[in-house]
C-alpha cells in the first residue's frame, strides 16, 4: 500500500535559520513522483517542488531543495534561509505512478512550521 | 490565466441535501481529481479522471458521484449530504506529459449540519 508519513506535527525554527522537515513514502512501484506542497493559512494548495523516482539529482527550487534517499525511502524538505511567510502547513505528497500522471496524490498529515522573528 | 476554478467558495448544507461542486480548468490538461481535507489532516482523494468520459474512484467515493463531459469540467455531486462529508475540497488538475505538478484550485468548504 502506498504511504507517506511526516513525523513531525510542528517545528518551530528562528527566522534565517534552515530547516528540514521530514517526509518517509512506503510504494512497491518503481516509476513515482514525490511532491511538496505549502498551505498558508488561507487555504490554498502551493506547488513548492518535485522530485522524480529516476530523477539522479536531488531537486532544487529556489530556497527550497529535497533531500532525496531513495535507499531509505525518504524525500525530506530543506528550506535555507527560512522566512516569516514560510510559516504555513506543508504536505508531502507521492504519486504511485507517474507515467500515468499526477492524478492520485497520496498526502501525509502535513506539518505545521512556525517562523520565529 | 484563471488555472483551476472552484464554486462555490464556501456552502452550508442541512443533512441530505444534495449538491454539486464545479470544477473548471482551463489549462486543457487531461487529468482531474477531487480532494477532501479533514481538520489537522492531509487530502485524501475522491475521483479522479484521466479525461472526458472516463472517471475512476479514489480512497474516498462513498457518498459522492463524478461525471467528466467535457476536458475543462469535473463536478463533483453529493447525493444526499452527511455531516461526516463537512470538509475542505480541492479539484486539481495535471497534464498527461510534463507531469510534475498537480494545480489545485481554492478549494470549497462545506459545512453539513
Known amino acids: 500500500a502506498q504511504k507517506i508519513t511526516q513525523t513531525q506535527p510542528g517545528m518551530f525554527v528562528q527566522e534565517k535559520e534552515a530547516v528540514t522537515l521530514d517526509c518517509t513514502y512506503d510504494?512497491?512501484?518503481?516509476?513515482?513522483?514525490l511532491f511538496w506542497y505549502k498551505q498558508p493559512s488561507s487555504g490554498e494548495m502551493i506547488f513548492l517542488i518535485y522530485?522524480?523516482?529516476?530523477?539522479?539529482q536531488n531537486a532544487t527550487e529556489g530556497r527550497y531543495s529535497l533531500n532525496f534517499q531513495k535507499a531509505r525511502k525518504s524525500a525530506n524538505l530543506v528550506i535555507s534561509a527560512s522566512q516569516l511567510g514560510d510559516s504555513a502547513m506543508y504536505f508531502c505528497?507521492?504519486?504511485?505512478?507517474?507515467?500515468?500522471?499526477?492524478?492520485?496524490?497520496?498526502f501525509g498529515q502535513g506539518t505545521r512550521l512556525t517562523i520565529n522573528p | 490565466n484563471a488555472g483551476v476554478t472552484q464554486t462555490p467558495k464556501f456552502q452550508v448544507l442541512k443533512t441530505g441535501q444534495s449538491m454539486t461542486l464545479q470544477c473548471a480548468q482551463d489549462?486543457?490538461?487531461?487529468?482531474m481529481s477531487w480532494y477532501r481535507q479533514d481538520p489537522g489532516m492531509g487530502l485524501r482523494l475522491i475521483h479522479y479522471?484521466?479525461?472526458?468520459?472516463?472517471?475512476d474512484q479514489g480512497e474516498v467515493p462513498n457518498g459522492y458521484n463524478v461525471s467528466r463531459s467535457t476536458t475543462e469540467d469535473f463536478p463533483l455531486r453529493l447525493l444526499s449530504a452527511a455531516p461526516s462529508q463537512t470538509s475542505v475540497y480541492f479539484c486539481?488538475?495535471?497534464?498527461?506529459?510534463?507531469?510534475?505538478?498537480?494545480?489545485f484550485g481554492q478549494g470549497t468548504r462545506l459545512t453539513v449540519v
Open positions: 505528497a507521492m504519486e504511485p505512478n507517474i507515467i500515468q500522471g499526477a492524478q492520485k496524490l497520496v
Open positions: 489549462m486543457n490538461h487531461e487529468y
Open positions: 510504494t512497491s512501484d518503481p516509476s513515482y513522483g
Open positions: 486539481a488538475s495535471s497534464p498527461a506529459i510534463g507531469n510534475t505538478e498537480a494545480f
Open positions: 522530485q522524480g523516482s529516476y530523477d539522479q
Open positions: 479522471s484521466v479525461g472526458a468520459g472516463i472517471t
